[in-house]
């Protein structure tokens, strides 16, 4: 027969760790707050008592539930990778737990998580790119959920976000790939629509294009889903055209990687007859042969100050300011000077 087992309470956990039941909440949810010392004390007690808050009733008369939601476009590779860590672990530094979705790159998709995490009451969320239907914007302000716009930053935008230039990042190494006599340029990029990222890195080439005296309308671009093996089959697709690329530029390392594999397999020297480029600076840029020039993007420090905005907003209502981050160009050994 089963035993009738009492659940610890917060009361347990504090007569255990010898400090009051103030305390012991405050170490759960705002560890930052509390000394090392009476942190390890009441960090032993939960373990020893097998203790578990009760999240429904801390909720209930919070008015809280300490979590934010975070809703990616993809899990299927690194692109998200580094940012999201750091901005789970900073988040737990202010007691708060964080919930997790991918969309797939579908908008449909993004608004039943977006309203699905509502639902489940997170206090904030953190989404990436400012375009989507604005009744969903609507909605978040109906429901009073902050929202933080990552992976992003436009000073035109009405919506506050942590984030970098993505027009600026892309100009930036086109002028470089202009700068060694690159006149054929081709951009491989995840699909424009609805991503405001990757259409604002192909207004960047378009820029640097038409400030160059160049046609930016004769800038090749194959949109494609964020893949190696479809870097690769977009690589193909614009080595067959009438005039090939001497330079073709990548909405991410992924993209990129893809490429330079298939420039190896059709005996296409890089960067002698084309140069490829990347975008984020992943770790694979460097594992690569020949080693990829790419942006380097700040994605832990853009995960951290996106935390730490939220953290601040849901627990003290601090305003949350637009903060922008810098990329940097990495020069190693796939951009090279049209021969």
């Known amino acids: 027969m089963k035993q009738n087992v009492n659940k610890p309470t917060l009361q347990d956990v504090a007569r255990k760790a010898g400090v009051s039941t103030a305390t ?10 509390v000394a090392g010392r009476t942190q390890e004390k009441v960090n032993n007690a939960v373990r020893e008592l097998g203790y578990s808050p009760d999240f429904g009733a801390k909720a209930m008369a919070a008015r809280r539930t300490n979590t934010i939601g975070a809703i ?7 692109l998200f990778a580094r940012g999201l860590q750091a901005f ?4 737990q530094l202010h007691g708060f737990t964080t919930l997790v979705a991918s969309t797939s790159y579908s908008s ?11 639902a489940r009451g997170a206090d904030g969320l953190l989404l990436i790119g400012h375009e989507r239907d604005p009744e969903i914007y609507r909605f978040l302000e109906t429901q009073g959920v902050p929202v933080l716009i990552s992976w992003v930053y436009d000073t035109a935008a009405t919506r506050p976000s942590v984030g970098f230039d993505n027009a600026a990042a892309m ?3 086109a002028n470089e790939v202009i700068s060694l006599g690159h006149r054929q340029i081709a951009l491989i990029s995840a699909e424009l629509e609805f991503n405001d990222r990757a259409t604002a890195r192909l207004h960047g080439i378009q820029d640097a ?8 309308s004769n800038l090749q671009v194959v949109e494609t889903y964020y893949g190696i093996d479809e870097g690769a089959v977009a690589f193909d697709e614009l080595m067959k ?28 020297k890089v960067p002698e007859q084309v140069s490829i480029i990347g975008f984020d600076d992943l770790d694979l840029a460097r594992a690569t042969f020949p080693a990829l020039t790419t942006v380097l993007v700040p994605h832990r420090e853009m995960g951290k100050q996106a935390a730490i905005a939220l ?11 637009s903060y922008e981050l810098k990329t940097k160009l990495v020069f190693r050994d796939t951009l090279g000077p049209v021969l």
Do not use: H, W, Y
Not at 24 to 33: A, H, I, K, T, Y
Not at 108 to 118: C, D, F, G, N, P
Not at 311 to 321: F, G, L, M, N, T
């Open 108 to 118: 449909e998709t993004e608004e039943q998580q977006i309203r699905s995490l509502v």
């Open 209 to 216: 294009m038409s400030e160059a005296g160049l046609d930016a």
């Open 72 to 78: 990616i476009p993809t899990m299927a590779n690194a």
């Open 88 to 91: 789970q672990e900073e988040l």
């Open 171 to 173: 100009k930036e190494i």
């Open 24 to 33: 012991v909440s405050r170490c759960l949810n705002f560890p930052d707050q």
């Open 311 to 321: 953290a601040s907003k849901v627990k003290d209502d601090a305003p949350i300011q």
């Open 241 to 268: 055209t009438a005039k090939p690329p001497t330079a073709v530029l990548c909405g991410n390392d992924v993209l990129a990687v893809g490429a330079l594999r298939r420039a190896r397999e059709l005996d296409i």
